[in-house]
């Protein structure tokens, strides 16, 4: 165990948790929990998107993928948040805004019906659930060798810290620590990046390259099938998340949720970049040797000092926990108001509460993550079996609507039954409950998506026909 950083990792959390309860008297109702009273300005839907987005994935597997494969590494995650975020601002932001329903399943009922709604609100749970747990997989490993507790452990302190701060002021503190948390890791980036560009250059980094036999390291388009398949699977995903939609809604309008957009593409652009900067240039000073830890683990570990050491250790674990109460909180949110809201509908007065139901759901989404943690644990598998979900079984019918104003149940409910299904498969396959041989992520992903485009057409041609037919 590492003494110094458990001692920075203990003030990180103490911060985090005065920020909860500072926003625990706030909560009187579902819209101050969930959408933070649609108050948010510009800048803090920017800070709160760059943090929730910026996750594990950002940091720890785009670093190792660029210190082992070169600058192709961008595609990882920078090309799918820069493109998602820009067909956001520019095309979505204002029809989301403008939305009479507070939740994507809202938005589904009103063009597929109820029974297509409730569909998608379990999809949507799903999902959330799987993403949480990708946090909890990258949190879980990055801590376990610097505190010397078991796996399993790891995974439940930062899980019980998490819900502490998000059972206490809901979104609110969701947005609050996003902010503390992107300040964190710029500062945690630039001062390793500028460490790494003292250390290393070019030329070194090109001889560290030649010496393991990768010659491609300098090629953008290295890999390219691979890297444009994992690109699409997140920008499908991503596009029709609840997560941006989320911090859309809560926008003050339509202006300052797309000035956010905007501005967090810019800082995807520098971001992503000294991510990838950071794993290419971290070449030459482990002289390209396979590393037993993720390689931002082994810079806190060996190169940086106690000060530099201890800001990256405790950015790293900001990054992930950003990503993860994100996904906690959206997921409580579809559960409370999508499922219990809307299939059980509880009184109005009585033991209904919906801050306290809000508040449980929470926790349920935070264990239900914490055992599929347990068995997956690769954190680009789980991210991306949880991508899968949302491209393969709503980006189809979600898309549609904004394009469809008639009401087509048929076409909604058939595309995201095959695509969903299909993407169901994909997730037990991962996890070997079901013997399957089914082309493993991101390969799976054409498939899935030309299986709801069939649903949707069939769907789609069936309602035509039957409307002719209630007219006679």
Same mark, same amino acid.
């Given at each position: 165990?590492?003494?110094?950083? $458990?001692? *920075? ?80 601002? *520019? ?18 009922? /009103? ?13 949507? $749970? ?33 899980? /019980? ?54 010659? @491609? ?6 890999? @390219? ?5 994992? +690109? ?24 300052? /949720? ?8 810019? +800082? ?43 800001? $990256? ?19 409580? %949110?579809? $559960? ?16 209904? !509460? ?56 048929? /076409? ?17 396959? +991962?996890?070997?409950? %079901? ?29 035509? !026909? ?7």
């Amino acid at each position: 165990m590492r003494p110094e950083l $458990l001692l *920075f990792l203990a003030g990180y959390f103490v911060a985090l948790l005065v920020v909860g309860l500072k926003f625990s008297r706030r909560m009187t109702n579902l819209e101050d929990f969930f959408l933070a009273s649609r108050s948010l300005s510009a800048s803090l839907v920017f800070l709160s998107l760059t943090a929730s987005w910026f996750g594990a994935t950002s940091i720890l597997v785009t670093t190792d993928e660029a210190f082992r494969f070169g600058v192709s590494a961008f595609w990882l995650v920078g090309v799918p948040a820069l493109a998602t975020v820009l067909l956001l601002a *520019f095309f979505l932001a204002g029809p989301i805004r403008r939305l009479d329903v507070q939740t994507l399943p809202g938005l589904v009922e /009103a063009r597929y019906g109820k029974a297509v709604r409730h569909a998608a609100s379990v999809l949507i $749970l799903w999902y959330m659930i799987v993403l949480a747990s990708s946090q909890m997989v990258a949190l879980g490993q990055f801590l376990k060798p610097f505190l010397g507790v078991p796996y399993v452990w790891s995974l439940g302190l930062g899980t /019980a810290v998490v819900l502490v701060y998000l059972l206490s002021g809901g979104f609110f503190s969701v947005v609050a620590t996003d902010v503390l948390q992107c300040f964190l890791l710029t500062a945690g980036m630039a001062g390793l990046g500028v460490y790494l560009a003292l250390s290393s250059s070019v030329q070194t980094v090109s001889v560290a390259a030649r010496q393991v036999g990768n010659t @491609g390291y300098f090629n953008f388009f290295q890999d @390219g099938q691979r890297n444009a398949l994992i +690109a699409l699977s997140f920008i499908l995903a991503w596009t029709i998340s609840p997560i941006a939609w989320q911090r859309i809604q809560a926008a003050r309008s339509v202006k300052k /949720a797309r000035q956010g957009l905007l501005t967090a593409a810019g +800082a995807f652009i520098v971001l992503y970049g000294l991510v990838v900067f950071i794993g290419v240039f971290s070449l030459p000073l482990f002289s390209g040797r396979s590393l037993p830890h993720p390689l931002i683990s082994e810079i806190v570990a060996s190169k940086a000092g106690i000060l530099g050491g201890g800001v $990256l250790f405790v950015a790293v674990v900001a990054a992930i926990l950003s990503t993860m109460d994100t996904a906690i909180n959206t997921g409580a %949110l579809t $559960l409370t108001r999508d499922i219990v809201g809307e299939v059980f509908r509880p009184p109005k007065t009585g033991p209904w !509460r919906p801050v306290r139901t809000g508040r449980l759901a929470t926790v349920i989404v935070a264990l239900l993550a914490f055992g599929i943690a347990t068995r997956l644990q690769s954190i680009l598998q789980t991210l991306g079996l949880a991508s899968e979900i949302m491209a393969e079984g709503l980006f189809v019918p979600g898309m549609a609507m904004f394009i469809f104003k008639k009401k087509r149940p048929l /076409a909604g409910g058939l595309s995201l039954a095959l695509g969903g299904g299909f993407a169901l498969l994909s997730f037990l396959s +991962a996890l070997k409950i %079901l013997p399957l041989s089914l082309p493993a992520w991101p390969f799976s992903v054409p498939y899935g998506v030309a299986l709801s485009l069939f649903g949707f057409a069939a769907g789609y041609i069936i309602d035509l !026909r039957k409307k002719p037919e209630r007219q006679r």
